[in-house]
């Protein structure tokens, strides 16, 4: 059996599929050790679902992600060409604060004493000018054995059009033992600073991930037959079918008689675990690809061409505009260090349920980015947080409650978070004067929400979309108890809430299909007017071709190295374009009339084209896919049922300033058709979504909620 597990700042979220049932638990994160967290959630729900046989896990991960903006990882030491040592400390000329006359950048991940170069020189031809000498090896093994690493990285000059020279000094290196990354392997793309900072990131995580991801395999390899006696967590499972049952698997995607794990990459396929062991830095934004996956499913389930991914966790919330297909880009920035490897464009701010808020030195409240985490957590999980949270502030508004957190599994403290709401107000009586208890709950979700309705404009205003042509699809624990507010703000018409919310990014995990990439850097110019077109051009058409055909071959072998069925793998073809004299390029798919899409892009992204100006390719890309079947949601008769029936009880709420009666329905009765008003909050295992004054809440035949505002029902 198959599950896929995400695991977050607080919880970590196991979802297995089985006959047309989606079963889900959550468990407590363990941030000291995120493998124990999965395999306590793995063994629960294998229990509880009496799961027959060898386990695979499919697992997003944030291992890689918590190292790096933590800078716990491994002690590196970065070989590259001789006089290009400081590369990783120039960087770029671009600063982050443009005004601030005392900014620092972030100390570089290998310190100047563990960089070492290498007499070696390939030209921007390719061709080799200088190889590395046996003495200069072996002088740098000496070198190396000193400097006490625990992992190399080595990055040559315009080793991605020749790497001959790299993998000499490579081949000498393995004799330490040690794991290496290569420049080569990771990422054989130009941009020398990009490239040498992804390959540091891989060796600063390589260890770790490594050994994360050993013991986790080990673990899932004891999770056999024996350990599905029954007992474990409750968990949670729709009883009412809401998906069809799947097709088999692919053979390809079959594991060993003692499982096996899959990891979540950034850009939204899956990879074995080896591959992951060895390029973490595909890895770093895991989880947050799997709630765009699922949303992107969702979506064309729904007949939705454009909707924002909203994904509200404990610590984050990640934001992703999907316009048919969610956009992926090679341009991110973590901890302030460039991770050019592909990734779904996501944006994250920290933003969750456990965010910590407090006041800052002008008085102003302050929400995150910190986070209460999984321990303590926040105040009413009654686990030694002394700090307010947007959980805490949700609880006192009443708009969660402490009965059906976790379907009654795990009852919150409402008086300990009073209790500290209240000491915080005395304690800082000067800067908030004689601000309520419930006020100061209201302020804090106030600045929480509007730290993400900017994350969300960011995604859409800021790049030329306007948000009122999509829906906002919203999941995550939090998710639903913001979406309406959020959605008032940006004139979203709608919002959809799955089912099982708390749960959807594992549920995206699970669905993800295997996914290749690869580039290679050419630099090929191309006339773009008169008689030069492509029909004309056929020896541009047959290089490119041959070019591609190349990158092919060799992926599709590493897919069959990896375990996969590389002849089901359907590749997808992309040309990154500029014009010639830009500095940065477009990507554009490789088909007979790329010159017009890039001029279309172009027009897009910056206002202004030039038809007939000269264009240049700069990188091939490659995607191979093996597609995993997905599952079809379920359609239920509409009736429109009597939501009296799903009502559990009434009790205040806080909108507006100012207490509501408010119904609480259980969404595991709600059926489908219901119709009903605000205010509301619906109740579930994963989740709990509030409906306010102003809006509208139906369930529609595939059984998620879709909130609409009063002004638009």
Known sequence: MRLGVDTGGTFTDCVVLEHGEIKILKVFSTPEDASRGVLDGVRRLAQACQLAGPLEIVHGTTVGTNSLLERRGARVALVTTAGFADVIEIGRQARPRLYDLEARQAPPLVPRKLRFGVRERTAADGTILERPSTAGIAALIRKLKRSHAGSIAVCFLFSYLN???????????????????????????????????????????????????????????????????????????????????????????????????????????????ERAAREPVRTILSGPAGGVVASTWLAKQLGLSRVISFDMGGTSTDVCLIDGLPRTTNEITL?????????????????????????????????????????????????????????????????????????????????????????????????????????????????????????????????????????????????????AD?????????????????????????????????????????????????????????????????????????????????????????????????????????????????????????????????????????????????????????????PVRAEVKTKPVWFSGRLHETRLYDRERLEAGAHFAGPAVVVEYSSTTVVPPDYSCEVDKFLNLILISGSDS
């Open 163 to 273: 790497p001959a020279n790299e993998r000499a000094v490579v081949r000498a290196l393995k004799g330490l033992q040690l794991p290496i990354s290569a420049s080569h392997e990771i990422l054989p793309e130009f941009r020398e600073y990009e490239r040498l900072a992804t390959v540091v990131i891989n060796a600063f995580l390589a260890p770790k991930m490594g050994e994360y991801l050993k013991r986790l395999e080990r673990g899932v390899a004891k999770a056999t037959t024996p350990l599905h006696g029954g007992g474990g967590g409750r968990g949670w499972w729709a009883p009412n079918h809401a998906y069809d049952s799947t097709t088999p698997w692919p053979p390809s995607y079959q594991g060993g008689e003692s499982g096996r794990v899959y990891v979540m990459q950034s850009s939204g396929g899956i990879t074995t675990a």
């Open 335 to 483: 901890g302030g260090l460039p991770v050019a490897v592909p990734v779904l464009d996501v944006h994250s701010v920290g933003a969750g349920g456990g965010s910590l808020a407090r006041l800052d030195a002008g008085g102003a409240l302050r929400v995150g980015p910190e986070s209460a985490g999984a321990k303590p957590g926040p105040i009413c999980y009654n686990q030694g947080g002394t700090q307010p949270t947007v959980t805490d502030a949700n609880l006192l508004l009443g708009r969660l409650d402490p009965d059906y957190f976790l379907a009654g599994e795990f009852r919150l403290e409402h008086r300990a978070a009073e209790r500290i709401f209240a000491e915080f107000l005395r304690r800082h009586s000067r800067q908030v004067g004689s601000k309520t208890v419930p006020e100061l709950a209201a302020d804090i979700v106030a600045v929480s929400n509007a730290i993400m309705e900017k994350a969300l404009r960011v995604i859409s205003v800021e790049r030329g979309h306007d948000p009122r042509g999509f829906a906002l699809i919203c999941f995550g624990g939090g998710g639903g108890l913001h979406a």
């Open 486 to 642: 959020l959605a008032r703000s940006l004139r979203i018409p709608k919002v959809v809430v799955p089912r099982n919310p708390g749960a959807f990014s594992a549920l995206g995990i699970l669905l993800s299909d295997v996914v290749k990439d690869s580039v290679q850097s050419v630099f090929i110019s191309v006339s773009d007017g008169g008689r030069d077109t492509l029909q004309r051009s056929a020896g541009l058409w047959r290089d490119l071709e041959n070019r591609f055909a190349i990158l092919e071959r060799a992926a599709r072998g590493q897919l069959r190295e990896e375990g996969f069925s590389a002849e089901m793998a359907r590749p997808a073809r992309r040309l990154d374009l500029r014009y010639a004299g830009q500095s940065y390029e477009l990507s554009v798919p490789f088909r007979s009339d790329f010159r017009e899409l890039f001029h279309q892009q172009h027009e897009r992204a910056y206002g202004y084209s030039h038809p007939g100006r000269p264009l240049e390719i700069v990188n091939l890309r490659l995607r191979l896919t093996v597609r995993t079947p997905k599952p079809q949601l379920r359609a239920h008769r509409t009736r429109h049922p009597d």
